[in-house]
Each structure stands twice: as structure tokens, then as C-alpha cells.
């Protein structure tokens, strides 16, 4: 079985006909798919623009990260959780849309980005925090979290309208 | 000459017939909406959390509140001109519709209630816990700026 024919044979499971049949349960996975940017992209975005000087300067930077990233946590579990829920049920239109394959390919650089500035940056942040600000380095992932960000923002409000 | 006529000779106005006829036009304001949003909602939901106590508390609640309003209005100013172009696209699709009616009247609740009792109770910076009415305010806030998230997706839903 291919990949294309099992996303079809996944679209047409009947956990993902109830949920897209359903008149209420479809509207709120992707309410609160929608609803769960502010507490998930939205606090990386925070950390972005902190990091490349644009906001928030003049509090330590370290701390704002782990303050907002416990949160972002949370945000991100049910932006996974109702983006899986959401997939089901268009498995089979999503799997040859452009759209939803560039959103992919940016969660899984976003990944990548997030896992080198967690492992390069990240445990020097004491370092540099106070002092002039952040290194080449970190702004380099910041402002590419931030363009990534929002083009996989673009890429999954365009995506619906070829369903 | 009736609102609708006019919402109608606007709708048919050549900027806003390109975006509306154009192939990517409405998903390029709709994103605008939706970047909108997501820092309007991120802005208010930092601050409600400092307020109610559960976010951050190394800092103080109006430094706080200074560096995240520029980006509050200017998430706003995003969401109103885009908000504006897609009612004008269709003007049809909206006036009719029970979920538009209620998120204008949950935005124009959220905008007074922020503009007003929100601004008081970020204003000064107490070193206390954070009392009832903070916690009450930050609630409700919560409440009107989700409920027009909310009302606004049920557009699409519910006639």
C-alpha cells in the first residue's frame, strides 16, 4: 500500500468520518487548533524577537525563556494533538497539497533549528544574557524561527482553501 | 441609499474585487488575520497570566505591560484593516450571520474592557500576591478576547 492510498484509507476509517461528520467536533478541534497559536507559536515568537533585540529588552532573557517555554509547552500538545485529529479526517486531500507539504518541510527545519540552539546556544544563555546581547549565532535561529513561523502560519490558513 | 448598497459598491470597489477574485487574494488576508491573532492573543494572554499571578513573576507587572502594548495595538491595527477587507470581499456572508454579530459585540466588549479596567490593574505594580479582583479581571479578559476568537471561527460553522 502506498503512502497516498493509506492516507485515503485513513480518511475514510470511521473514527475520521465521525469526527468530520460530526457538527460540532470538527468546529472545535480546529477552533482550538487556531486558538492554541498564542500559547504555542506565539510564546517562541516572544523568545524570537527577545533574542534578536526587537522586544523585551531589559529583562534577562534566560528567564523569560523558561518562563515562557513551560507554557509553550502545553500550547504545543494541543496544537499536535488536534493537528493529528485534523489530518485524519483530510488525509487524502492533504497528502498532495504543496501547502501542506511546505508546512511539513518548515515544522521539521523548525525542529532542527529548535535542536541546535537548544544544544549550541542554550547553556551558554547565562553568559551573554546580561551582557551585550546575544550572540550571531542565536540570532541567526531567531530570526529564522520567526520567518519559518510565519510561513507555516501562511502555509496552513491557504492549505484549507484548496479542500 | 441603504448600508447594504454601500457595502455593495465598496465590495465591488477594483482593490478589493482583485483580492477577492484573485486565486491566493483571500488566503493572503486571511494569513494577515491570522498573524494578527496569534500576537494580539499571545499579548494578552502573557499579561493576563502575570496578572493572575501564574505567569512570570520576575518581572514587574507594568514594565510588563510597557513593552507589550505597542505590539497589542499593532496587532489590532493588523486585525481591524484585515478584519475590514475580507467583511468588504463579501459583506453578504457577514451580515446575516449570528457568530459575526456576536464577535462584534465580544470585540467591542474586549476593546473597552482592555482600553479601561485592564489598563488600571496593570498600571502599578504591587510586590503582594496577586488579590481576587486581579484574577477576576484577568479572567475575563481571557474570556472576551477568546470569545471573539471563537465566534469568529463559528462564522464558517454556524449560520
Keep these: 500500500m502506498s503512502l497516498f492510498e493509506w492516507c485515503q484509507w485513513l480518511q475514510h476509517t470511521h473514527f475520521a468520518t465521525a469526527i468530520a461528520e460530526s457538527d460540532w467536533l470538527f468546529p472545535l478541534i480546529e477552533g482550538s487548533h487556531i486558538l492554541a497559536l498564542p500559547m504555542s507559536v506565539g510564546m517562541v515568537l516572544i523568545l524570537d524577537l527577545r533574542l534578536l533585540g526587537l522586544a523585551f529588552c531589559g529583562g534577562p532573557a534566560a528567564k523569560l525563556v523558561n518562563n515562557l517555554l513551560r507554557w509553550s509547552r502545553i500550547g504545543f500538545v494541543v496544537m499536535f494533538l488536534t493537528g493529528g485529529l485534523l489530518l485524519i479526517t483530510q488525509a487524502g486531500k492533504a497528502y498532495g497539497n504543496a501547502f501542506f507539504r511546505a508546512k511539513l518541510i518548515f515544522l521539521l527545519l523548525l525542529g532542527i533549528n529548535a535542536a541546535v540552539y537548544q544544544i549550541l546556544f542554550y547553556p551558554k544563555m547565562a553568559q551573554w544574557d546580561s551582557a551585550r546581547g546575544a550572540p550571531a549565532g542565536a540570532k541567526f535561529c531567531a530570526g529564522f524561527s520567526l520567518v519559518l513561523w510565519i510561513g507555516v502560519i501562511v502555509c496552513g490558513r491557504t492549505m484549507a482553501y484548496q479542500f | ?159
Design chain 2, 1 to 159: 441609499m441603504s448600508l447594504l448598497s454601500v457595502l455593495q459598491s465598496c465590495s465591488n470597489w477594483a482593490p478589493v474585487a482583485l483580492i477577492r477574485d484573485s486565486k491566493y487574494g483571500m488566503p493572503a488576508v486571511q494569513s494577515f488575520h491570522l498573524m494578527g491573532l496569534t500576537v494580539l492573543l499571545t499579548t494578552v494572554l502573557v499579561l493576563d497570566l502575570r496578572l493572575t499571578g501564574l505567569g512570570r513573576r520576575d518581572y514587574g507587572l507594568s514594565w510588563l505591560a510597557r513593552q507589550l502594548k505597542p505590539w497589542t495595538l499593532g496587532a489590532i491595527a493588523v486585525m481591524i484593516s484585515s478584519g475590514s477587507l475580507i467583511f468588504l470581499a463579501t459583506p453578504g456572508k457577514y451580515l446575516d450571520s449570528h457568530p459575526f454579530r456576536l464577535k462584534m459585540a465580544l470585540l467591542s466588549l474586549a476593546l473597552l474592557f482592555h482600553f479601561s479596567v485592564l489598563r488600571r490593574f496593570t498600571a502599578a505594580d504591587s510586590s503582594m500576591r496577586p488579590r481576587p479582583a486581579d484574577v477576576i479581571v484577568a479572567c475575563l479578559s481571557l474570556t472576551f478576547w477568546f470569545g471573539v476568537g471563537w465566534a469568529g471561527r463559528a462564522i464558517a460553522f454556524v449560520p
